[in-house]
């Protein structure tokens, strides 16, 4: 008898005390970095502030392929007026890999019409990471 009341006071004890400490568990597709959620560093990705749409980048680029239902908003990113945001939207969707090959014909795009070479070519090793045999033709 007071095994089973001990099993449901520490199966309560397990169940509330993330809540206690003000951190629910994440869910496995909103995977945590830096002590924040990946929904969280998706909606940095519009912040006014273009050093927070780069810390955001480079966050989700952290997480890999856990990274992947990131990668519609980081296609948006692509199109980010500043350079520092879209060079680690670039790595991120590349560490993301095979999971982010909707963003491969925007990445082609950006090789050939990228006017900062240092963008174009981390697209290029992007597609490396996520369909290399999409540069056959280049």
Avoid: C, F
Avoid at 32 to 57: C, F, H, I, M, Y
Avoid at 63 to 69: E, I, K, T
């Amino acid at each position: 008898m007071l095994k089973r009341t001990m099993g449901g006071v520490v199966a309560a004890v397990l169940a509330v005390a993330p809540a206690l400490y003000g951190q629910a568990a994440a869910p496995a597709s909103d995977p945590v970095t830096d002590g924040r959620r990946l929904s969280e560093w998706v909606a940095e990705l519009k912040a006014d502030a273009p050093q927070v749409r780069n810390a955001a980048a480079y966050e989700i680029s952290g997480l890999g392929p856990a990274g992947a239902p990131a990668v519609p908003a980081l296609i948006e990113a692509l199109d980010d007026p500043i350079a520092s945001v879209r060079y680690p939207v670039t790595v991120a969707l590349g560490e993301i890999g095979p999971a982010a090959a909707e963003a491969v014909p925007r990445l082609k795009k950006m090789m050939d019409e990228e006017i900062n070479d240092e963008i174009a070519a981390s697209a290029k090793r992007a597609i490396r990471h996520i369909k290399p045999e999409a540069l056959s033709d280049h």
